[in-house]
């Protein structure tokens, strides 16, 4: 049974780049979550979608910040131009429902020089 | 006040000590809590939910005191597989997501 897939594991990029993320969820699952993780903030909510709709995007830092969920089983977060200080790994969760358990993809090492 | 608050640690304890970690919550609206786990270098993972009645798996203990808006997670006889680091979660009503604290990292020693 796969879990939430995200791609790529490992991004390295010159700041200025645009950087794509993607993530496929788990079937059935109507909840999407992007994540930011760093020592200093530990995970930061950035987006969360219900039914590919986006719920509250408060927790993204910047406009050069944008997620989309074109269908049920695809997101992508985008960084246009990316930061040295965008540098974090991001992670995608799902869920079955907004208050339930979440279920994580192994995350995107994202490192902007 | 901060949503969910951890002990960052670390803890440093001798294999099989018991060891227990709290984490207190700011809103008393608060429903659901998780106890996640976070391997170094991997995503965070599901260990267990904490109920009213409080719950146990294994060598792992959870428990809930909603009057002093904390939960608590305890190991026993603890293993180096232990070492990680424990995320406490809390979800509000409604239309929330979930809120992770910061949380608490273990290292068992040999």
């Known amino acids: 049974d796969a879990g939430v897939i995200q791609s790529p594991r490992h991004e390295v990029t010159e700041m200025g780049q645009e950087v794509t993320l993607r993530c496929k969820p788990i079937?059935?699952?109507?909840?999407l979550f992007w994540y930011r993780q760093t020592m200093m903030r530990g995970l930061e909510l950035l987006i969360y979608f219900n039914n590919n709709v986006p719920i509250d995007d408060s927790g993204m830092p910047e406009d050069r910040f944008s997620a989309k969920m074109p269908n049920a089983s695809f997101s992508t977060l985008k960084i246009q131009p990316s930061e040295p200080r965008d540098s974090a790994v991001y992670f995608c969760?799902?869920?079955?429902?907004?208050?339930?358990?979440?279920?994580f993809g192994s995350g995107t090492q994202l490192s902007v020089l | 006040r901060k949503e969910v608050e951890q002990d960052p640690g670390p803890f440093n304890v001798p294999e099989g000590a018991t060891v227990a970690f709290n984490c207190t919550y700011s809103?008393?609206?608060?429903?659901?809590f998780f106890w996640y786990r976070q391997d170094c270098r991997k995503e965070p993972k599901l260990l267990m939910s904490v109920y009213s009645s409080g719950n146990e798996d294994g060598r792992f203990t959870a428990q809930l005191n909603r009057a002093s808006q904390y939960i608590s997670l305890l190991i026993r006889d603890s293993k180096l597989s232990d070492s990680a680091t424990y995320l406490c979660?809390?979800?509000?009503?409604?239309?929330?997501?979930?809120?992770f604290g910061k949380g608490t990292r273990l290292s068992v020693i040999a």
């Open positions: 979660v809390v979800i509000y009503s409604g239309n929330t997501p979930l809120v």
């Open positions: 969760a799902s869920s079955s429902g907004m208050n339930e358990k979440l279920f």
């Open positions: 809103n008393s609206a608060s429903q659901s």
């Open positions: 079937s059935g699952h109507n909840s």
